[in-house]
């Protein structure tokens, strides 16, 4: 009789474990999956934004062409080290630890730019303000 209810009570714990077992395996193949997307995803606007900066200093580049004095020399400076933090961009090194570091120093370096040219671009791939990005939904 002590079988019959030793089998009885190992018989949730084999389905809890199966159950558990189950469920971690569908999680890792669906985990692998939702990765793959958002890498695509972020990887996707990260070019995007670094192609923005890159239009941006070439067309720079060419008024500098057609006329050398139209930007003052802080900006030109600031141009060639824009052109230099875009070529310095790891693009087959996603894991680089100088990702972040190089995309923030483009950001501050366009908005420097900006501001010594009197003009007000803006890079529409990411949101304003922090109450913008609380809008999104999913």
């Known amino acids: 009789m002590d079988d019959l209810f030793d089998s009885s009570l190992n018989l949730e714990d084999t389905h809890y474990k199966e159950g558990y077992d189950e469920g971690h395996s569908d999680g890792l193949v669906a985990g692998k999956e939702e990765g793959r997307q958002v890498g695509l995803k972020v990887g996707f606007e990260i070019g995007e934004e670094l192609g923005f900066y890159r239009g941006c200093v070439d067309i720079w580049n060419s008024a500098l062409r057609l006329d050398p004095t139209c930007f003052s020399p802080r900006a030109k400076t600031i141009i060639g080290q824009m052109e230099e933090l875009i070529e310095k961009y790891p693009l087959m ?15 501050l370096k366009f908005k420097m730019v900006c501001s010594s040219l009197h003009v007000k671009l803006e890079y529409s791939g990411y949101p304003k303000s922090s109450t913008e990005a609380n809008d999104i939904q999913f």
């Open 93 to 107: 090194d996603p894991e680089n630890v100088q990702v972040q570091e190089i995309m923030d120093s483009l950001r």
